[in-house]
């Protein structure tokens, strides 16, 4: 079976520094990616996502993910962060295989902006 | 385009009754999924329909069902809740056209059940 491990449950950046997610996935096959993000309150939103092709993926707001197969890595990184990023970041695993077995998400990483 | 939509948005329940969730998807969409988030075992899949059918459920107990009308509006249902039920219920609606899992899920704001 699939799954996804986000190993940093809190990060705290200064506002105007880079930032960068961590998200390794297992699955047997290249699978699909996804990133997404959560603020209070609200749905999730989804910042970008990987299939296959270039193994670096630009998303909204800024955001880029790099695949790298040999790692089982998927982080996503932004060269500046604003106040506005402050939220509860996902990464997401899909079967590639076709089925329909619904997305495989980590547990999150929250992420808080100092000013 | 009207996003996704769920109702009711907070739901207090007590133990052992029912809860009937709403999921109305954006208009075109006929997949809609169901997924339960609470801090301890985070997002969960709780199954996906297509066309009025089924065609995946997580692992979930038999007391969490659902269903999709030909409007591809979905329902689900809780029976006999319990405390651990507690969590936000999110729905998310694809096109799901050939590109299958590939296609971009939407989801809602969610409905945040509480069992007392």
């Known amino acids: 079976a699939q799954s996804v491990t986000q190993p940093d449950i809190h990060i705290t950046v200064s506002e105007g520094a880079s930032l960068e997610l961590r998200c390794n996935y297992s699955y047997g096959a290249t699978p699909y990616l996804f990133w997404y993000v959560q603020s209070p309150g609200q749905g999730l939103q989804l910042l970008l996502k990987?299939?296959?092709?270039?193994?670096l993926v630009q998303g909204i707001k800024g955001f880029e993910a790099e695949f790298k197969r040999s790692q089982s890595s998927f982080n996503l990184r932004k060269p500046s962060v604003h106040w506005s990023d402050a939220a509860e970041y996902f990464c997401a695993v899909a079967d590639s295989g076709g089925g329909a077995d619904g997305l495989t998400f980590g547990k999150g990483t929250h992420l808080i902006i100092q000013p | 385009k009207a996003g996704v939509t769920q109702t009711p948005r907070y739901l207090i329940k007590t133990r052992g009754q029912q809860v009937t969730l709403s999921c109305s998807p954006i208009?075109?969409?006929?997949?809609v999924s169901w997924y339960q988030q609470t801090p301890g075992q985070g997002l969960q899949f709780l199954f996906e329909y297509f066309s009025e059918t089924q065609r995946n459920k997580g692992n979930f107990p038999g007391r969490f069902s659902g269903r999709q009308f030909s409007n591809s509006r979905s329902e689900m249902n809780v029976s006999t809740l319990e405390l651990g039920d507690s969590a936000l219920y999110l729905c998310?609606?694809?096109?799901w056209g050939s590109g299958g899992p590939r296609n971009e899920q939407f989801f809602g704001p969610g409905t945040r059940l509480t069992v007392l």
């Open positions: 998310a609606s694809s096109a």
């Open positions: 208009s075109g969409h006929r997949s």
């Open positions: 990987y299939f296959s092709g270039d193994t």
